[in-house]
T-cell receptor, first 113, second 114 residues
Framework: DAGVIQSPRHEVTEMGQEVTLRCKPI?????LFWYRQTMMRGLELLIY????????DSGMPEDRFSAKMPNASFSTLKIQPSEPRDSAVYFC???????????FGEGSWLTVV | AQSVTQLDSHVSVSEGTPVLLRCNYS??????LFWYVQHPNKGLQLLLK??????LVKGINGFEAEFKKSETSFHLTKPSAHMSDAAEYFC????????????FGKGTRLHILP
């Protein structure tokens, strides 16, 4: 099993640019999570999808952030326009219906300068 | 409502001595409990999980945790620390209910002294 696959692994972008992070969950998993991790705030849940439908987006910081899941095997997290305070590690994770275990991707390291 | 508290933000132990990372939870239902480990600049890796089977759970790298319902605890232990255990550890609680939320603790950074 390939696990949760995220891209890009590292991105450096200038303030104001659009950033798109991508995630492919584990095949057969029906829940997908986007988390953000910073030194100051730790690990924060941004949004959670179940069967491709956003269930809880209360963690999305502001309108500059948006997430989509057009099908069961792909999700994007978009930041437009990006700001330096968005610099963080963004993790995607997925979970199957038969258990509670969440499996994490390796993360996307974002630096906005 | 569910919550999870990791009582120590940092723990330092000498190599070869026991490790204890503490976690307390609150849950309205029968919870599933997990420990994840994150090494520097890496993703989160599942260490072990409790899902209402045996209360003593064995995980990878010699770690284990015991679910104690009466104490609402799920502490992580290892008999003998190794330098490679230096990492951040997260306790997680999950409920399969209407909200279906997964709650992470704030993490405990484990330092191993030579």
């Amino acid at each position: 099993d390939a696990g949760v696959i995220q891209s890009p692994r590292h991105e450096v972008t200038e303030m104001g640019q659009e950033v798109t992070l991508r995630c492919k969950p584990i095949s057969g998993h029906n829940s997908l999570f986007w988390y953000r991790q910073t030194m100051m705030r730790g690990l924060e849940l941004l949004i959670y999808f179940n069967n491709n439908v956003p269930i809880d987006d209360s963690g999305m910081p502001e309108d500059r952030f948006s997430a989509k899941m057009p099908n069961a095997s792909f999700s994007t997290l978009k930041i437009q326009p990006s700001e330096p305070r968005d610099s963080a590690v963004y993790f995607c994770a997925s979970r199957g219906d038969s258990g509670n275990t969440i499996y994490f991707g390796e993360g996307s390291w974002l630096t906005v300068v | 409502a569910q919550s999870v508290t990791q009582l120590d933000s940092h723990v330092s132990v000498s190599e070869g001595t026991p490790v204890l990372l503490r976690c307390n939870y609150s849950s309205s239902y029968s919870p599933s409990l997990f420990w994840y480990v994150q090494h520097p600049n890496k993703g989160l890796q599942l260490l072990l999980k409790y899902t209402s089977a045996a209360t003593l759970v064995k995980g990878i790298n010699g770690f284990e945790a015991e679910f104690k319902k009466s104490e609402t605890s799920f502490h992580l232990t290892k008999p003998s620390a190794h330098m490679s255990d230096a990492a951040e550890y997260f306790c997680v609680v999950s409920e399969k209910n209407r909200d279906d939320k997964i709650i992470f603790g704030k993490g405990t950074r484990l330092h191993i002294l030579p």
